[in-house]
T-cell receptor, first 112, second 110 residues
Framework: DTAVSQTPKYLVTQMGNDKSIKCEQNLGHDTMYWYKQDSKKFLKIMFSYNNKELIINETVPNRFSPKSPDKAHLNLHINSLELGDSAVYFC???????????FGPGTRLLVL | DAKTTQPPSMDCAEGRAANLPCNHSTISGNEYVYWYRQIHSQGPQYIIHGLKNNETNEMASLIITEDRKSSTLILPHATLRDTAVYYCIVRGSNDYKLSFGAGTTVTVRA
């Protein structure tokens, strides 16, 4: 009965590779988000999608490309991975843009 | 966004109430106070939110002062599993994002 799920849970990869992280929510929410938590533990929003449309893009490098095939899914594709991309990435969803956000368990990305 | 100020850490005895303070002196009239927590290695967990009235749910109570410049999250009977980083966040009704600060690291001790 997982509400917001992410795959994979852990991702270890080499610099320069391209990787994707997937997020799914079964809450019937219209809005989904990606947040990044760096080594200093600060959580910052990256993207927000509402009804499959991009709403927020917080000055994230264009190597990061979110894709929302439907309202229940928001995937994050990262090209040309860099060491500084190592972080924990959290997906979240909410009923609408103004409503309470619920987070997934996170994907721990390590770039070597 | 209005900023919040929280103590960096606090300890609490198991079984006792934990009172977590948060200052948000620049909050405006349409901004809500949200509380989330993050247990080690997990995603942030929603706890409670309020506008001006006190709120209570199965997890906690939120007490907001009359001038709305500060609030207190109360965990009525802290357990070891309540050990986490607690975030107080002020969010406007038109804010589409949550702005997390450093939070308060709460350690519940047996």
């Amino acid at each position: 009965d997982t509400a917001v799920s992410q795959t994979p849970k852990y991702l270890v990869t080499q610099m320069g590779n391209d990787k994707s992280i997937k997020c799914e929510q079964n809450l019937g929410h219209d809005t989904m988000y990606w947040y990044k938590q760096d080594s200093k533990k600060f959580l910052k929003i990256m993207f927000s999608y509402n009804n499959k449309e991009l709403i927020i893009n917080e000055t994230v490098p264009n190597r990061f490309s979110p894709k929302s095939p439907d309202k229940a899914h928001l995937n994050l594709h990262i090209n040309s991975l860099e060491l500084g991309d190592s972080a924990v990435y959290f997906c979240a969803s909410s009923l609408s843009l103004q409503e309470t956000q619920y987070f997934g368990p996170g994907t721990r990305l390590l770039v070597l | 966004d209005a900023k919040t100020t929280q103590p960096p850490s606090m300890d609490c005895a198991e079984g006792r109430a934990a009172n977590l303070p948060c200052n948000h002196s620049t909050i405006s009239g349409n901004e809500y106070v949200y509380w989330y927590r993050q247990i080690h290695s997990q995603g942030p967990q929603y706890i409670i939110h309020g506008l001006k009235n006190n709120e209570t749910n199965e997890m906690a109570s939120l007490i907001i002062t009359e001038d709305r410049k500060s609030s207190t999250l109360i965990l009525p009977h802290a357990t070891l599993r309540d050990t986490a980083v607690y975030y107080c966040i002020v969010r406007g009704s038109n804010d589409y994002k949550l702005s997390f600060g450093a939070g308060t690291t709460v350690t519940v001790r047996a």
